[in-house]
């Protein structure tokens, strides 16, 4: 019992030390994924990345009702290596109402997916993904890729540049690539903004 509480002790010191790092309105929304593995493969990586919160378009109802629920939700915990403890995670019931809170919080939307005609198309590492104050970053569902609707309102479509015979990603790694990149350059630009103002403090400080 001891051993248990010194363990939580411990992993909430690492959350609390960590928590500097992880990068401010940054949001994943995963759409009406086929099945809970990938779910719990993508939690993991928004964990892992310092991502702050993930959202997931559940019209098929596989997770359960809350976030609550979900961290104790057993198989979910075993397929995010116990990711989905420490990570926030929303449920909406489809993408018109994840569209809705998303907007009225600020945030702007860019989709993952290959080019579309007659959108802004950005190849993954040559975006400026520090340009948003507020972002959500979108992936479609594992067949059938992004929703029409996601896509119309988004800012633009990111892409991965691929050179192999199979010009396709699952879902976990797609996820893993994308938000390192921009995870990458968010918390730059954060690291930056915060030793601009402690350096105006100290100036402020020794005037």
């Not at 939580?8 to 940054?26: G, N, Q, T, V, W």
């Not at 109802?61 to 397929?79: A, D, F, I």
């Not at 400026?128 to 988004?154: H, P, R």
């Not at 730059?188 to 400080?205: G, H, T, Y």
Request: glycine share 6%; aromatic share 6%; with cysteine.
């Amino acid at each position: 019992m001891n051993d248990l509480i010194k363990t939580r002790s411990s992993l909430r010191k690492k959350a609390e030390k960590i928590k500097e790092f992880r990068c401010k309105h940054l949001i994943a929304v995963i759409e009406n994924p086929d099945n809970i593995m990938n779910i719990g493969t993508v939690i993991r990586n928004v964990n892992a990345l310092g991502v702050e919160k993930a959202y997931v378009i559940d019209q098929n109802n596989s997770l359960l009702g809350n976030w609550q629920e979900m961290r104790t939700h057993p198989q979910l915990k075993k397929l995010s290596a116990s990711a989905i403890q420490w990570s926030f995670v929303k449920k909406f019931k489809d993408t018109a109402s994840c569209l809705e809170h998303l907007k009225k919080n600020g945030f702007v939307s860019v989709v993952t997916s290959p080019h579309i005609k007659g959108r802004k198309n950005v190849v993954l590492h040559e975006g400026d993904y520090t340009q948003f104050k507020k972002l959500a970053v979108w992936f479609g569902n594992e067949t059938t890729g992004i929703s029409d609707l996601a896509m119309n309102e988004s800012a633009m479509c990111v892409n991965i540049p691929m050179f192999g015979i199979i010009e396709s990603l699952n879902l976990g790694t797609s996820t893993g690539i994308v938000l390192y990149e921009i995870a990458k350059q968010r918390r730059a630009f954060q690291d930056r903004l915060r030793e601009k103002i402690q350096a105006k403090a100290r100036a402020k400080n020794a005037a």
